[in-house]
């Protein structure tokens, strides 16, 4: 087994802002299963994100909408059954939290309470700061989600590069310091210019986590189905393919399949 990292002890938020302190990059990517999230986790993987884009890699959807709070909770108790060293963050599907704080607070609950995980992430600045500032009155951590926010997919229209214009821009650094500011512990970053990611950097002190964010942000997060080529229709600039699992995955199979149609398996020592 190959890890990366010599330090066993539990990922917290704390570790998180002392790694970003040091300068210490950090690792996150996301999972929706127990065995793969077994894997990500023995790797040495600081951050384990059960994303919504469990809706598109796992279900199949063209948008992480249809994701409910009830089908969240499934995968977060999934990724918790396997993870020992990882932070673990759930994403607040959409639908519950934008309405009302305490609708946020009860789904937050239900997250922390049936997954057992350290912590939830949701999408938003000013927009949902009653409904984060409520959750983390209850003590639990919340992760912001700015720039490219797939959640608000049908207000942006495309999947396109956000914040290039000063307005959108000035907004971003803006509710990147309201996050900081009610107690948000973190920040993803998802595709916006480098440049505006770095001064985002600069201008908060919480660990901001880029997603085609560019290289001078505290750390990185893929969707794991991208990096390791399961999901080969997908590939931004931004993404650096890890694996062509795909490619490994269909041979294999292909593979199984003329073994079973010319009767090679199960041979004589494959039996009982
Ligand atoms: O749901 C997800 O996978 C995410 C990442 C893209 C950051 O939110």
Same mark, same amino acid.
């Given at each position: 087994?190959?890890?990366?990292?010599?330090?066993?002890?539990?990922?917290?938020?704390?570790?998180?802002?002392?790694?970003?302190?040091?300068?210490?990059?950090?690792?996150?990517?996301?999972?929706?299963?127990?065995?793969?999230?077994?894997?990500?986790?023995?790797?040495?993987?600081?951050?384990?994100?059960?994303?919504?884009? *469990?809706?598109?890699?796992?279900?199949?959807?063209?948008?992480?909408?249809?994701?409910?709070?009830?089908?969240? &909770?499934?995968?977060?108790?999934?990724?918790?059954?396997?993870?020992?060293?990882?932070?673990?963050?759930?994403?607040?599907?959409?639908?519950?939290?934008?309405?009302?704080?305490?609708?946020?607070?009860?789904? *937050?609950?239900?997250?922390?309470?049936?997954?057992?995980?350290?912590?939830?992430?949701?999408?938003?600045?000013?927009?949902?700061?009653?409904?984060?500032?409520? &959750?983390?009155?209850?003590?639990?951590?919340?992760?912001?989600?700015?720039?490219?926010?797939?959640?608000?997919?049908?207000?942006?229209?495309?999947?396109?590069?956000?914040?290039?214009?000063?307005?959108? *821009?000035?907004?971003?650094?803006?509710?990147?310091?309201?996050?900081?500011?009610?107690?948000?512990?973190?920040?993803?970053?998802?595709?916006?210019?480098?440049?505006? *990611?770095?001064?985002?950097?600069?201008?908060?002190?919480?660990?901001?986590?880029?997603?085609?964010?560019?290289?001078?942000?505290?750390?990185?997060?893929?969707?794991?189905?991208?990096?390791?080529?399961?999901?080969?229709?997908?590939?931004?600039?931004?993404?650096?393919?890890?694996?062509?699992?795909?490619?490994?995955?269909?041979?294999?199979?292909?593979?199984?399949?003329?073994?079973?149609?010319?009767?090679?398996?199960?041979?004589?020592?494959?039996?009982?």
């Amino acid at each position: 087994m190959s890890t990366y990292v010599e330090d066993k002890r539990k990922v917290t938020t704390r570790r998180l802002f002392e790694m970003k302190q040091r300068g210490e990059k950090i690792s996150m990517l996301t999972a929706y299963d127990y065995s793969m999230a077994k894997l990500i986790d023995e790797a040495g993987m600081d951050v384990i994100l059960v994303g919504d884009s *469990a809706s598109n890699v796992m279900a199949g959807n063209v948008t992480t909408l249809p994701m409910t709070l009830d089908q969240m &909770i499934y995968h977060g108790k999934s990724v918790m059954r396997a993870v020992k060293r990882a932070l673990v963050v759930v994403d607040m599907p959409f639908g519950t939290y934008q309405g009302n704080s305490k609708e946020a607070l009860s789904s *937050a609950i239900r997250i922390m309470k049936e997954t057992h995980a350290d912590c939830v992430k949701l999408e938003g600045g000013s927009e949902v700061r009653e409904s984060i500032e409520r &959750i983390l009155c209850a003590g639990i951590p919340v992760m912001g989600h700015l720039g490219l926010t797939p959640q608000s997919i049908n207000k942006f229209g495309s999947y396109t590069v956000r914040a290039r214009e000063e307005a959108e *821009a000035k907004k971003l650094v803006e509710d990147a310091k309201l996050l900081e500011e009610i107690g948000c512990f973190a920040i993803v970053l998802e595709k916006i210019p480098a440049e505006l *990611a770095a001064r985002v950097v600069k201008e908060v002190s919480v660990p901001i986590i880029g997603i085609g964010a560019g290289g001078g942000v505290d750390g990185q997060v893929l969707v794991m189905h991208d990096m390791l080529g399961i999901n080969k229709g997908f590939s931004p600039r931004f993404l650096r393919r890890y694996a062509d699992l795909s490619t490994i995955i269909t041979d294999a199979v292909a593979k199984y399949i003329e073994d079973v149609k010319t009767a090679d398996f199960p041979n004589e020592k494959e039996q009982y």
